[in-house]
């Protein structure tokens, strides 16, 4: 531990004191503190020897600011509660069993000994809210006390935001309650497995290899020790169970027992047929709680419900040796969980894992490094779009790809990792751990290929850091240090460092940096040590993208391609908590893959709002699970889902009711471009010769507008779509036009006017609006997907209601009373006069109007999937 972080933890801990009694913590209290802390340092040196482990510590005046930005970031950290959805027999139950009665009267032993573990690096309003959000579970899952149960439960949370934290402190409460055997289902793969185990040691168990670590530290009483009958090291097996049990079991044994096992169908086997060997009959005395990590991964069955995939079998075989069990799904992406039949039940394996009886969503605390922040800001001050790889590095390439080369931009991407390191080092985090990601493919044989040439550019850049760095401007004697101050100034334009500084934090660092592949294949394992840090480039493709924590990660260079949006945003290992390097972090991608997870982040914010409403409105998980399914953005999940089961055809069905589509992607070619001005005039002229036009501000409006002229719209406007159903598009003009042609309501439309040169079509007389946009491929998009502004939709309310409302569009549409087409000339520095248009359907997912169904084809079913990357094909 470095001086500052030790006067850090000195202040921290001096804080938490005064927080606890006080029960809040005033800015003035941390000015005050970091005040005496730094008069500390001239005190005495007998007193100094007292607090601090060197009588010499000392810390420059520039630091101590840095310190008092992040204890006021630390202690500003906000988090809200969750939202639940009961089924319907949950919301008869008794939901008040743990916190009206067991908690009240428990020791919460584990509990409480945790929860003294994380006040060391959680902030307490964090703290508070995973209290709530646990006893909201707990109440959920069942009081073991009873004679016969079986729950079905799922936690959504976000990627990488602390699902650990979460279940740990569930696992905790269960303990206390009285579950006897805890179960994690911890991925497929043994790093992750070996992550979690570690985690809950650390949590849990309070030991690890016969020393006290984490909540066990000073609270470890032998008679309570849980028996975990898996380490660190180890996955189950039936000698090690034996031995670590000592011979303890269910019926002579007071303390809980953990399992942390892989998803993998050898020792879901082997933890089957240990029980068994222990217990001829059901366990019918003892509850168990299964634990499922990244639930939407390999549990979830994909075959006919008559021959269920095995680890799916194997799941639903361990729960029916219990009488009495709870299952709970963790997940950031609850997509495929959604799809589980619910109805699905086997004589042999029990129900399904449909969340049946509940799901709760979390809510992420405030510092938490997520998706809108990276993918929905107009800055994109994180992404770098790249586009120089597709040579290097094709998008189709096989296994045995020679990979003779890797691109520019990744040879800058290492650079920025470099600078990274230093910077934190200089911000006094050396003894941090740091990482880069490289997500290129799906083969093992290419990752080797990808660390070779990375380990090579590194060494080079090593020897001539060596060779020149000490001389004055070395950038003179060497190409390669005139690129790393050329990517400094390129990407970290507003360092709190000057170049030369930067440099000499290189030099001292860059021995330290490793490179490291992680796959099944993998000699050299990836460990971030406790002793020491970790620099390391990591290198990797599934084997890195379901729950497993890169440590310090700054630097992502991604090149995969995939239609689910569940593998996309799992492979998003740069989502997480990034303390006082966050403005660091920098993802290297494609363009049209920024664009694919700024559709996914939206659709599943959209999928969120959605579960409050319902939410409130004591709607079930069948409910949410057929929301998901009729979710426009859904369709794609639908078809990819329906891929293993050989399907010649079948219904899609898109609820419109509540969603608003617009064509932020527009067709280039200069005849549909015309054609769609022409259009819009025509069907301004219609208006204005059958309606009469409200002026609302600068734009105007028609009301109840005939359905004819409509679908006359839509089927003449040429709107861009790369599959003839829109559904990949931002458009699914297919279920716009059959909504249109089957709803039997009146419209209304807009124009709207802007702030662009003046136009005129027929006697309406406005100003275009002015968007920026780029071209891509064969279409024009518009930036951050939107065409309309935030209230744009507001235009056909009352104009009390319109100022109430704002721009909440969610809300505006449960508002609307029809269906509003808007209308758009836009003006871009790609084109000054641009047809766009967008669509604002009423309700919201609670709305009981009919789905709009279309049949899909095994010829368009087949073309949706065609060039598409599955995650199963991978041999990491």
Same mark, same amino acid.
């Given at each position: 531990? %470095?001086?500052?972080? *030790?006067?850090?933890?000195?202040?921290?801990?001096?804080?938490?004191?005064?927080?606890?009694?006080?029960?809040?913590?005033?800015?003035?209290? $941390?000015?005050?503190?970091?005040?005496?802390?730094?008069?500390?340092?001239?005190?005495?040196?007998?007193?100094?020897?007292?607090?601090?482990?060197?009588?010499?510590?000392?810390?420059?005046?520039?630091?101590?600011?840095?310190?008092?930005?992040?204890?006021?970031?630390?202690?500003?950290?906000?988090?809200?509660?969750?939202?639940?959805?009961?089924?319907?027999?949950?919301?008869?139950?008794?939901?008040?069993?743990?916190?009206?009665?067991?908690?009240?009267?428990?020791?919460?032993?584990?509990?409480?000994? +945790?929860?003294?573990?994380?006040?060391?690096?959680?902030?307490?309003?964090?703290?508070? /809210?995973?209290?709530?959000?646990?006893?909201?579970?707990?109440?959920?899952?069942?009081?073991?006390?009873?004679?016969?149960?079986?729950?079905?439960?799922?936690?959504?949370?976000?990627?990488?935001?602390? !699902?650990?934290?979460?279940?740990?402190?569930?696992?905790?409460?269960?303990?206390?309650?009285?579950?006897?055997?805890?179960?994690?289902?911890?991925?497929?793969?043994? %790093?992750?497995?070996?992550?979690?185990?570690?985690?809950?040691?650390?949590?849990?168990?309070?030991?690890?290899?016969?020393?006290?670590?984490?909540?066990?530290?000073?609270?470890?009483?032998?008679?309570?020790?849980? $028996?975990?009958?898996?380490?660190? *090291?180890?996955?189950?097996?039936?000698?090690?169970?034996?031995?670590?049990?000592?011979?303890?079991?269910? *019926?002579?044994?007071?303390?809980?027992?953990?399992?942390?096992?892989?998803?993998?169908?050898?020792?879901?086997?082997?933890?089957?047929?240990?029980?068994?060997?222990?217990?001829?009959?059901?366990?019918?005395?003892?509850?168990?709680?299964?634990?499922?990590?990244?639930?939407?991964?390999?549990?979830?069955?994909?075959?006919?419900?008559?021959?269920?995939?095995?680890?799916?079998?194997?799941?639903?075989?361990?729960?029916?040796?219990?009488?009495?069990?709870?299952?709970?799904?963790?997940?950031?992406?609850?997509?495929?969980?959604?799809?589980?039949?619910?109805?699905?039940?086997?004589?042999?394996?029990?129900?399904?894992?449909?969340?049946?009886?509940?799901?709760?969503?979390?809510?992420?605390?405030?510092?938490?490094?997520?998706?809108?922040?990276?993918?929905?800001?107009?800055?994109?001050?994180?992404?770098?779009?790249?586009?120089?790889?597709?040579?290097?590095?094709?998008?189709?390439?096989?296994?045995?790809?020679?990979?003779?080369?890797?691109?520019?931009?990744?040879?800058?991407?290492?650079?920025?990792?470099?600078?990274?390191?230093?910077?934190?080092?200089?911000?006094?985090?050396?003894?941090?751990?740091?990482?880069?990601?490289?997500?290129?493919?799906?083969?093992?044989?290419?990752?080797?290929?990808?660390?070779?040439?990375?380990?090579?550019?590194?060494?080079?850049?090593?020897?001539?850091?060596?060779?020149?760095?000490?001389?004055?401007?070395?950038?003179?004697?060497?190409?390669?240090?005139?690129?790393?101050?050329?990517?400094?100034?390129?990407?970290?334009?507003?360092?709190?460092?000057?170049?030369?500084?930067?440099?000499?934090?290189?030099?001292?660092?860059?021995?330290?940096?490793?490179?490291?592949?992680?796959?099944?294949?993998? /000699?050299?394992?990836?460990?971030?040590?406790?002793?020491?840090?970790?620099?390391?480039?990591?290198?990797?493709?599934?084997?890195?993208?379901?729950?497993?924590?890169?440590?310090?990660?700054?630097?992502?260079?991604?090149?995969?391609?995939?239609?689910? +949006?569940?593998?996309?945003?799992?492979?998003?290992?740069?989502?997480?908590?990034?303390?006082?390097?966050?403005?660091?972090?920098?993802?290297?991608?494609?363009?049209?893959?920024?664009?694919?997870?700024?559709?996914?982040?939206?659709?599943?914010?959209?999928?969120?709002?959605?579960?409050?409403?319902?939410?409130?409105?004591?709607?079930?998980?069948?409910?949410?699970?057929?929301?998901? !399914?009729?979710?426009?953005?859904?369709?794609?999940?639908?078809?990819?889902?329906?891929?293993?089961?050989?399907?010649?055809?079948?219904?899609?069905?898109?609820?419109?009711?509540?969603?608003?589509?617009?064509?932020?992607?527009?067709?280039?070619?200069?005849?549909?471009?015309?054609?769609?001005?022409? /259009?819009?005039?025509?069907?301004?002229? $219609?208006?204005?010769?059958?309606?009469?036009?409200?002026?609302?501000?600068?734009?105007?409006?028609?009301?109840?507008?005939?359905?004819?002229?409509?679908?006359?719209?839509?089927?003449?406007?040429?709107?861009?779509?790369?599959?003839?159903?829109?559904?990949?598009?931002?458009?699914?003009?297919?279920?716009?036009?059959? +909504?249109?042609?089957?709803?039997?309501?009146?419209?209304?439309?807009?124009?709207?006017?802007?702030?662009?040169?003046?136009?005129?079509?027929?006697?309406?007389?406005?100003?275009?609006?002015?968007?920026?946009?780029?071209?891509?491929?064969?279409?024009?998009?518009?930036?951050?997907?939107?065409?309309?502004?935030?209230?744009?939709?507001?235009?056909?309310?009352?104009?009390?209601?319109?100022?109430?409302?704002?721009?909440?569009?969610?809300?505006?549409?449960?508002?609307?009373?029809?269906?509003?087409?808007?209308?758009?000339?836009?003006?871009?520095?790609?084109?000054?006069?641009?047809?766009?248009?967008?669509?604002?359907?009423?309700?919201?997912?609670?709305?009981?109007?009919?789905?709009?169904?279309? !049949?899909?084809?095994?010829?368009?079913?087949?073309?949706?999937?065609?060039?598409?990357?599955?995650?199963?094909?991978?041999?990491?």
């Amino acid at each position: 531990m %470095n001086n500052y972080q *030790e006067i850090k933890n000195f202040v921290f801990n001096k804080l938490q004191i005064i927080q606890d009694e006080k029960g809040i913590l005033e800015l003035c209290d $941390i000015e005050l503190e970091i005040s005496n802390a730094h008069k500390l340092l001239s005190a005495p040196i007998e007193i100094k020897e007292a607090l601090f482990s060197d009588k010499n510590i000392s810390l420059e005046e520039s630091s101590f600011l840095r310190l008092q930005r992040e204890l006021e970031t630390h202690f500003d950290i906000k988090m809200n509660e969750g939202f639940l959805i009961q089924g319907e027999e949950q919301q008869n139950r008794d939901n008040t069993w743990w916190t009206g009665k067991i908690q009240l009267d428990s020791e919460n032993y584990y509990w409480i000994r +945790y929860q003294n573990y994380l006040k060391k690096s959680f902030p307490k309003e964090v703290m508070k /809210t995973i209290n709530v959000d646990t006893d909201i579970v707990m109440n959920n899952i069942e009081n073991p006390e009873i004679t016969n149960f079986s729950r079905y439960g799922m936690v959504v949370g976000h990627v990488q935001s602390g !699902k650990t934290a979460n279940y740990s402190s569930l696992i905790c409460k269960a303990a206390d309650a009285g579950y006897k055997l805890i179960v994690v289902i911890a991925g497929g793969i043994n %790093n992750l497995r070996n992550q979690t185990q570690n985690r809950l040691n650390e949590s849990f168990v309070g030991k690890d290899r016969g020393q006290q670590i984490g909540a066990g530290i000073g609270n470890a009483e032998l008679n309570k020790l849980p $028996i975990s009958l898996t380490t660190t *090291e180890r996955d189950f097996n039936k000698q090690d169970a034996d031995r670590n049990s000592q011979g303890a079991n269910f *019926e002579n044994t007071r303390t809980p027992i953990l399992l942390v096992i892989k998803k993998n169908t050898n020792t879901l086997t082997n933890v089957i047929k240990w029980l068994k060997s222990q217990y001829k009959n059901k366990i019918a005395n003892h509850a168990m709680l299964m634990i499922d990590d990244e639930s939407d991964y390999a549990s979830i069955n994909t075959k006919a419900e008559d021959n269920p995939t095995t680890i799916n079998k194997k799941l639903r075989q361990l729960l029916a040796l219990f009488n009495k069990y709870a299952y709970v799904a963790y997940t950031a992406t609850p997509y495929a969980n959604i799809f589980i039949d619910h109805e699905a039940e086997s004589n042999d394996e029990g129900r399904d894992l449909f969340p049946k009886d509940f799901i709760y969503s979390l809510d992420a605390p405030s510092n938490y490094f997520g998706a809108r922040k990276i993918f929905l800001d107009s800055n994109r001050k994180y992404l770098i779009s790249i586009d120089d790889y597709l040579e290097d590095i094709p998008p189709k390439h096989k296994k045995d790809f020679p990979l003779y080369s890797i691109p520019n931009s990744l040879y800058e991407a290492v650079r920025v990792f470099l600078i990274n390191i230093a910077i934190r080092n200089l911000r006094e985090q050396g003894s941090k751990h740091n990482s880069m990601l490289i997500h290129a493919t799906r083969f093992t044989a290419v990752h080797q290929k990808l660390a070779l040439h990375t380990e090579n550019y590194i060494q080079e850049i090593r020897e001539k850091l060596v060779s020149y760095g000490s001389l004055p401007n070395p950038s003179k004697y060497s190409s390669l240090i005139e690129d790393l101050e050329n990517t400094f100034k390129l990407r970290t334009s507003k360092s709190d460092f000057q170049w030369n500084v930067i440099l000499k934090s290189i030099i001292e660092m860059i021995n330290n940096v490793i490179v490291r592949e992680v796959h099944q294949k993998t /000699t050299i394992p990836l460990e971030y040590r406790k002793d020491r840090p970790t620099n390391a480039v990591v290198i990797g493709g599934t084997s890195l993208s379901r729950g497993y924590t890169l440590e310090g990660l700054s630097v992502s260079y991604f090149l995969r391609n995939t239609i689910y +949006y569940d593998t996309l945003m799992q492979m998003g290992r740069w989502f997480g908590y990034r303390p006082e390097y966050e403005d660091l972090c920098k993802i290297y991608m494609s363009e049209s893959m920024i664009d694919n997870f700024g559709k996914i982040i939206e659709a599943t914010e959209d999928l969120i709002k959605d579960f409050k409403i319902m939410s409130d409105a004591n709607k079930t998980p069948n409910d949410f699970g057929l929301a998901v !399914k009729q979710h426009p953005e859904s369709a794609l999940q639908v078809t990819a889902r329906n891929k293993q089961k050989n399907v010649k055809s079948f219904i899609f069905n898109m609820r419109l009711d509540g969603k608003a589509k617009e064509t932020s992607w527009l067709s280039n070619v200069e005849s549909h471009k015309e054609n769609n001005i022409v /259009t819009i005039s025509n069907l301004l002229k $219609i208006l204005n010769m059958k309606y009469i036009n409200e002026s609302v501000g600068n734009s105007f409006l028609w009301r109840d507008i005939d359905r004819v002229n409509i679908i006359e719209f839509l089927n003449c406007f040429k709107v861009y779509q790369n599959d003839p159903l829109g559904i990949t598009a931002r458009m699914p003009i297919a279920f716009v036009r059959k +909504y249109a042609e089957t709803r039997d309501v009146k419209w209304d439309v807009a124009l709207y006017s802007g702030r662009g040169e003046t136009d005129e079509i027929g006697s309406i007389k406005f100003r275009r609006e002015s968007r920026k946009a780029k071209l891509t491929n064969d279409y024009i998009e518009i930036q951050n997907r939107q065409v309309s502004t935030g209230s744009s939709e507001s235009i056909a309310l009352p104009v009390e209601e319109r100022k109430k409302l704002g721009s909440n569009r969610k809300i505006i549409r449960q508002n609307l009373k029809k269906p509003l087409l808007m209308l758009h000339i836009l003006e871009t520095d790609l084109d000054k006069r641009l047809a766009a248009f967008g669509l604002s359907f009423p309700g919201d997912v609670l709305s009981k109007n009919e789905t709009i169904n279309l !049949k899909i084809n095994t010829v368009y079913y087949n073309n949706l999937l065609e060039n598409i990357e599955f995650e199963e094909e991978s041999d990491d």
